[in-house]
């Protein structure tokens, strides 16, 4: 994620501010610009200084504090391009459910930015069948005929799933410690599922599909099986030779959304390193090995010099934890076969046509659907 600079004074802003702490001045989010900018008010619009010729509007959910980016005027959608996949989202009469829903919103939209960065296809289910819709729901939420099932953080048919209860830091603390999961955050279920999405759209049934086989494996495997054998016998006994997590091991779909993610954790954390302006050089005789600076943007790069600078990076994170009591960062070991995933995924995102999105014209977001996905474990299990 890039930083952001005020127009007004200079100060430095970050993708979720909504005023600049130092002139106090309304920001809002143009996805057509991949900027914050100053926005001021126009009559019944705003003018955005960064592009003053355009008036724009709030997104009808910057009312709930959970979105800052703008839609322009001349589009009919009281909704962001990013707020318009939303399919369901928690009942909004309860005031409890707005602060877990304002952190998925957080999670989802930086999200959405990557994928806007790497120029994959983005249309809602409104625009497209096969398109991208979200669920955002809560634990207890009844299903169509009145009675209340469990939701499963998931994906199924261009649906994810998010259960609200992820939201809430003890629980997911609680649960991230009875499943072994030491790497368990909001962001890395959305990169995580929306790797299954991706793997519909780039993999199944295109020309990639054996190029997928011979990478990461038969996906025909039996599924459910192959998840029943994980959580029995856990993963092999040297999974670190061949896979980013100990989950990615137990399928070969969950292998390729592991590897998404973690592909996305690169790019995003390389982007940051770059606008923080950071380099890593070891003061030690022999750490030239480890020597980078995070000057190139990872959207556009190619994967050798992604994972050069990630290790570099990463090794000196790691560090930084450990010099005050903290678990590394990345817990992760990038093997040769790793890399071999992870460039497989490079190069499909790299061969989608880098069209421009457009803002799509879809309807509001229903707010009295109420359904689950189909229960797939979620991002990530490592062994620290």
Known sequence: ??????????????FENTRCE?????????RSLETLSVVEPDGETWRAMAEP????RFCANAQYGVCNWMVDDVRPSDYCSACRHNQTVPDLSVPENIVPWRKIEFAKHRLIYTLLKLRLPLATKAEDPDGLAFDFLHPKAPSPDGSTVPVMTGHADGVITINLAEADDAQRERIR?????PYRTLLGHFRHEIGHYYWDRLIGDTDNLEKFRAVFGDERLDYAEALKQNYENGPPA???????????????????????AHYFHMVDTLE???????SVRPRVANGGDLTAKFDFDPHKAEIGPIVDAWVSLTVA??????SMGLPDLYPFVLAPAIVAKLTFVHDCIRAVPRQKHHAPQAPAPDRSKFFGGIARRIFAKVQA
């Open 1 to 14: 994620m890039k930083l952001f600079e005020c127009q007004k004074c200079n100060q430095l802003l970050h």
């Open 22 to 30: 130092s002139c106090g001045s309304q920001l809002g989010y143009l």
């Open 53 to 56: 010729e355009k008036r724009y």
């Open 177 to 181: 410690t009875e499943m072994s999961e």
């Open 238 to 260: 040297n999974w670190q030779e061949s896979f980013v997590t100990t989950y990615a091991s137990c399928h070969p779909w969950e292998d390729f959304a592991e590897t998404w």
């Open 272 to 278: 940051t390193a770059r606008s923080f302006g950071l």
């Open 317 to 322: 994170a790691n560090s930084l934890n450990r």
